[in-house]
């Protein structure tokens, strides 16, 4: 029998939230229900095509940083789950591009922190109720009751922005991720009562669309260590902040 019944994971059209789904449906752990929301489902052949191979994959429209679209998709949501509730939230939709001191520009900054950091906030509000009714179905903590997801970057800790570390330069998405941690560990807090486990998760340097070509590693090797992870997770790792290895990182 599957740990948790059900996964809902934001931009799954392409790159790691793709993948995710794709190694999610083929897995042996695989939850019954898999939900793959992406702004613009249509757009992706990709996502369609599986959707076409797999029972239990679900693909609904979600823009995450639009109030209205995480309203409606929430309903859709409950008609799907229903008195189950929701096990694990994965907010991995971000944007990100580089902006040094020269050309960074409030709009890019007020850009990534929309969609990077108060987009999974809200995201988790509006899932917060399926989610504790997952949560209220069991004890401990990990997938097999309720878990939300942060998907954060190494380029967010604070700590680790220094000498190498210092070498990428963007002041929108480093600061962007680096205030999704603390959002991270501000729904620690609150949601500790509840038996919902929240974490953030660094998925290593990987070779999508925003990682680029010369990444260290392949979005299989990437989500294969993810889902490691995220299978292993209990009580000891709420609030934290690990990598793809399972490696605590400082934020
Ligand atoms: P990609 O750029 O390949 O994919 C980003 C995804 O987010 C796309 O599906 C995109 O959808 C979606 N998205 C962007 N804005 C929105 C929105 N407003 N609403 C819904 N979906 C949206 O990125 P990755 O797959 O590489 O990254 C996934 C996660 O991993 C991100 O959180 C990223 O910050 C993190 N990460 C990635 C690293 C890497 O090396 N790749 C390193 C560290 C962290 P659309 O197709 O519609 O644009």
């Not at 995450?64 to 229903?82: D, F, H, N, Q, T």
């Not at 050309?103 to 509006?126: R, S």
Request: aromatic letters at 6%; one cysteine or more; glycine letters at 8%.
């Amino acid at each position: 029998m599957s740990l948790w019944k059900s996964v809902l994971i934001t931009g799954c059209s392409r790159g790691i939230g793709l993948q995710l789904v794709k190694e999610l449906a083929n897995s042996n752990g695989r939850p019954a229900t898999i939900i793959a929301t992406a702004r613009n489902p249509a757009a992706s052949t990709a996502l369609q095509d599986l959707s076409k191979t797999y029972a239990g994959l679900h693909i609904i429209t979600l823009d995450v940083s639009s109030e209205k679209s995480i309203s409606s998709a929430s309903e859709e949501v409950l008609s799907i789950v229903g008195s189950a509730g929701l096990n694990c939230l994965i907010n991995n939709a971000a944007i990100g591009f580089p902006t040094n001191i020269s050309n960074v520009t409030p709009e890019a900054m007020m850009a990534n922190f929309q969609v990077n950091t108060v987009a999974p906030l809200f995201v988790t509000k509006a899932f917060m109720p399926l989610l504790q009714t997952a949560a209220t179905r069991s004890s401990g903590m990990g997938l097999h009751r309720a878990a939300v997801i942060n998907m954060s970057s190494v380029l967010g800790s604070i700590t680790l922005n220094f000498g190498d570390g210092a070498n990428f330069r963007s002041y929108a998405y480093r600061t962007s991720k680096a205030a999704l941690n603390m959002v991270t560990r501000c729904l620690a807090a609150d949601l500790e009562s509840s038996g919902i486990l929240c974490m953030s998760l660094h998925p290593g340097w990987v070779r999508t669309d925003m990682g680029g070509p010369y990444a260290d590693l392949t979005v299989e090797e990437s989500v294969s260590g993810i889902l490691s992870v995220l299978f292993s997770l209990n009580e000891q790792n709420h609030g934290g902040f690990l990598d793809y290895r399972g490696e605590n990182l400082q934020c």
